[in-house]
């Protein structure tokens, strides 16, 4: 009789400079969509756990905020959560973004490692987009910070050397009892992914001309005896020329929004799901100190 194999769990970090690939790499070691993920800096606004079966191990992501230098008061509570994502956690995952190097956040961000004295693990994400020259100059500029256990080249799109990098995380994951279901990919409520969901679609469809402020909220979430779900939504911005663009000609933009948001909705809750928005002016919500709470934040970082 083969005796079970001792089971292990344990908390990785994920940190890096906005935009280098974290939502993108967690979700993929996940296997589905946990944290929403584009090309605009900021996505992610508070911590997102991607719990990740590998065997007898859980290993469970924290997907932080991007770090950068924070100005105004929801970028302080941003880049709070995700350095207390940090230290919480069994270990950290420094992300960088191949294409970039290091700039001045990820520089803020190797000079704060530094000081903690904390290893890390490395993964220079997004190969595909360099050249071999490149990639060894940059690895060569990285190792001259004394903070890496092992480096990783990945690219979190095309999958290359992730199975290497998970092996060598779950490794390191302590032993002890799984701190969550094994079906179980994420701790964010269905009503909040919905919402990020739609907001991911925001920001893919509107690029350049929505701030990132603008917000989305699940109102209401009835599940029909038919099997499908109706979901009511409100878009928050902040000023009525906001509210127009997201509208669109004749109601165009916030149509296409839907149709975008349902569709990837119906996939992950394996549902027929009846998405309704609406939009709403709120001047004063990046100031107000519920929505902080709601997302887990805290104002007075
Ligand atoms: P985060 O802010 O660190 O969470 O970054 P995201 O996961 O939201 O990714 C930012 C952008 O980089 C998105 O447009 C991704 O599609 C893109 N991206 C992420 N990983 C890769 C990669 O390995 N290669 C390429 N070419 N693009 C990537
Ligand atoms: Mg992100």
Same mark, same amino acid.
């Given at each position: 009789?083969?005796?079970?194999?001792?089971?292990?769990?344990?908390?990785?970090?994920?940190?890096?400079?906005?935009?280098?690939?974290?939502?993108?790499?967690?979700?993929?070691?996940?296997?589905?969509?946990?944290?929403?993920?584009?090309?605009?800096?900021?996505?992610?606004?508070? *911590?997102?756990?991607?719990?990740?079966?590998?065997?007898?191990?859980?290993?469970?992501?924290?997907?932080?905020?991007?770090?950068?230098?924070?100005?105004? *008061?929801?970028?302080?509570?941003?880049?709070?959560?995700?350095? /207390?994502?940090?230290?919480?956690?069994? @270990?950290?995952?420094?992300?960088?973004?191949? /294409?970039?190097?290091?700039? /001045?956040?990820?520089?803020?961000?190797?000079?704060?490692?530094?000081?903690?004295?904390?290893?890390?693990?490395?993964?220079?994400?997004?190969?595909?987009?360099?050249?071999?020259?490149?990639?060894?100059?940059?690895?060569?500029?990285?190792?001259?910070?004394?903070?890496?256990?092992?480096?990783?080249?990945? /690219?979190?799109?095309?999958?290359?050397?992730?199975?290497?990098?998970?092996?060598?995380?779950?490794?390191?994951?302590?032993?002890?009892?799984?701190?969550?279901?094994?079906?179980?990919?994420?701790?964010?409520?269905? *009503?909040?992914?919905?919402?990020?969901?739609?907001?991911?679609?925001?920001?893919?469809?509107?690029?350049?001309?929505?701030?990132? @402020?603008?917000?989305?909220?699940?109102?209401?979430?009835?599940?029909?005896?038919?099997?499908?779900?109706?979901?009511?939504?409100?878009?928050?911005?902040?000023?009525? @020329?906001?509210?127009?663009?997201?509208?669109?000609?004749?109601? @165009?933009?916030?149509?296409?929004?839907?149709?975008?948001?349902?569709?990837?909705?119906?996939?992950?809750?394996?549902?027929?799901?009846?998405?309704?928005?609406?939009?709403?002016?709120?001047?004063?919500?990046?100031?107000?100190?519920?929505?902080?709470?709601?997302?887990?934040?805290?104002?007075?970082?």
């Amino acid at each position: 009789m083969n005796a079970p194999e001792t089971t292990r769990a344990g908390f990785i970090a994920v940190v890096g400079a906005p935009n280098v690939g974290k939502s993108t790499l967690i979700n993929r070691l996940v296997g589905t969509k946990v944290s929403i993920v584009s090309p605009k800096v900021q996505t992610t606004r508070t *911590r997102v756990l991607g719990i990740c079966m590998a065997g007898a191990a859980q290993v469970i992501f924290i997907d932080t905020p991007g770090i950068f230098e924070p100005r105004r *008061r929801l970028d302080r509570a941003m880049v709070a959560a995700a350095w /207390s994502g940090a230290s919480d956690a069994d @270990s950290v995952l420094l992300m960088v973004d191949a /294409s970039r190097g290091i700039d /001045s956040n990820t520089r803020a961000i190797l000079d704060k490692l530094v000081k903690s004295e904390r290893r890390v693990v490395l993964a220079i994400n997004k190969v595909d987009l360099v050249k071999k020259d490149a990639l060894l100059e940059l690895t060569a500029k990285l190792t001259q910070y004394d903070v890496f256990d092992e480096i990783f080249m990945i /690219s979190a799109e095309t999958g290359d050397g992730v199975d290497d990098l998970l092996a060598h995380l779950t490794a390191g994951v302590p032993e002890g009892p799984w701190l969550f279901p094994e079906d179980q990919v994420s701790d964010m409520p269905e *009503r909040l992914l919905a919402a990020e969901i739609t907001r991911e679609k925001l920001y893919l469809q509107l690029r350049q001309e929505l701030p990132y @402020s603008a917000t989305v909220e699940t109102e209401s979430w009835e599940d029909k005896e038919d099997g499908s779900v109706r979901i009511d939504q409100v878009i928050y911005v902040q000023r009525d @020329s906001q509210k127009a663009i997201v509208l669109g000609k004749q109601g @165009s933009r916030v149509k296409a929004l839907g149709a975008a948001a349902r569709k990837e909705l119906e996939t992950i809750l394996g549902c027929r799901v009846h998405l309704f928005l609406f939009i709403k002016v709120r001047e004063k919500w990046v100031d107000d100190p519920d929505r902080y709470r709601d997302w887990g934040l805290d104002y007075n970082a």
